[in-house]
């Protein structure tokens, strides 16, 4: 199984982030060391992943590639993942059709993200990908509508649960 997880608010406390770093100028300097941010992860990504290693786990982040990559490496997360997928302003249904639309779908792939466009382009793009919506308690993106065709977990203990019945 191919298990792709979206960055932001999926696996790292982006509104506790911004809030540390409230200043836009200090945030595109990246003014903090590798490691600095690992306290934004969440508590329950780590034991996950570490779970998981017989899958193999995909990074998946949209946005500004230099400001991705600052925020990952900070968080020192990269071990955890075999490949990392910087999208810049792709959508992520697009990407995903783009690199794995050619294997013959012979492994299962799930997509797990936050964020409802993202999903429904996983969803409009890849109808053979299970596309997963999480919503952590208290993060902004948990209050938008439900997403047409996608399941829906809390966290990523309730992910392990669902990962069984796939
Ligand atoms: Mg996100």
């Not at 992943?49 to 020192?76: D, I």
Request: charge should be negative; include cysteine.
């Amino acid at each position: 199984m191919i298990l792709i997880l979206d960055f932001d608010r999926t696996i790292f406390h982006t509104d506790a982030f911004e809030n540390e770093y409230s200043d836009a100028v200090a945030v595109k300097k990246s003014l903090w060391k590798d490691g600095d941010l690992a306290r934004h992860i969440y508590d329950d990504t780590i034991p996950f992943l570490e779970a998981h290693t017989h899958l193999t786990r995909v990074l998946m982040t949209y946005g500004n590639k230099e400001f991705q990559r600052a925020k990952v490496s900070g968080s020192s997360i990269s071990p955890h993942f075999e490949h990392e997928v910087y999208t810049g302003r792709e959508l992520k249904g697009e990407t995903i059709k783009r690199l794995y639309g050619e294997n013959g779908h012979a492994e299962p792939i799930v997509f797990v993200d936050d964020t409802p466009y993202q999903l429904e382009s996983v969803v409009a793009e890849c109808p053979e990908v299970t596309a997963v919506r999480i919503k952590r308690i208290g993060e902004t993106k948990s209050l938008e509508p439900s997403c047409k065709g996608c399941l829906e977990v809390e966290d990523l203990k309730e992910l392990e649960a669902l990962l069984k019945k796939i």
